[in-house]
């Protein structure tokens, strides 16, 4: 398992793509299935550090990312302790409604579900989000 701890800072992304990229590499995960889940995690934390502290982008939130990888599957954990948020609450995206719209946000979440097999969100007393991420290595 691989932990770290970024400030809310989009600077620190890179450095989040390149520790998940890390644990991949040593799953038998396909490149291409590895470069979504990479994508999936970047889209997940980018959106905690746009709405979890209500706009504000100097703030002392910290989140916390853990990547574990087995045989079986690929566990991704993220913790803040920023606005509560269920992402799995959303309702599902209509795509063509979307794309006519000409929005050009919102899809972050529809990406994580359509890339992750499982998406967990718990909320805890002591204002922490949990959100969990599961892939199946060979499903």
């Known amino acids: 398992m691989k932990e770290m701890v970024v400030p809310n800072d989009t600077r620190y992304l890179n450095d989040v793509r390149e520790m998940v990229s890390s ?3 040593s799953s038998s995960l396909e490149e291409k299935v590895s ?3 990479i994508l999936a995690v970047d889209e997940a934390i980018a959106n905690i550090m746009e709405h979890a502290t209500a706009n504000q982008i100097e703030s002392d939130i910290k ?3 853990a990547v574990k990888a087995d045989d079986e599957k690929l566990v991704v954990m993220i ?3 920023g606005k509560r ?3 799995t609450g959303m309702d599902e995206v209509d795509m063509k409604k979307h794309l006519q719209s000409g929005k050009k946000h919102g899809l972050g979440i529809f990406l994580i579900r359509q890339i992750m ?3 967990i969100y718990t ?3 002591d204002c922490t989000n949990e959100l ?3 892939k199946y290595i060979n499903n």
Request: net charge negative.
């Open 35 to 37: 470069n979504m889940i």
């Open 117 to 119: 097999d499982e998406v």
């Open 123 to 125: 909320y805890k007393k």
């Open 85 to 87: 948020f269920d992402p």
């Open 23 to 25: 644990v991949l590499k």
């Open 63 to 65: 989140i916390e990312l």
């Open 79 to 81: 913790r803040d302790s």
């Open 132 to 134: 969990c991420m599961i």
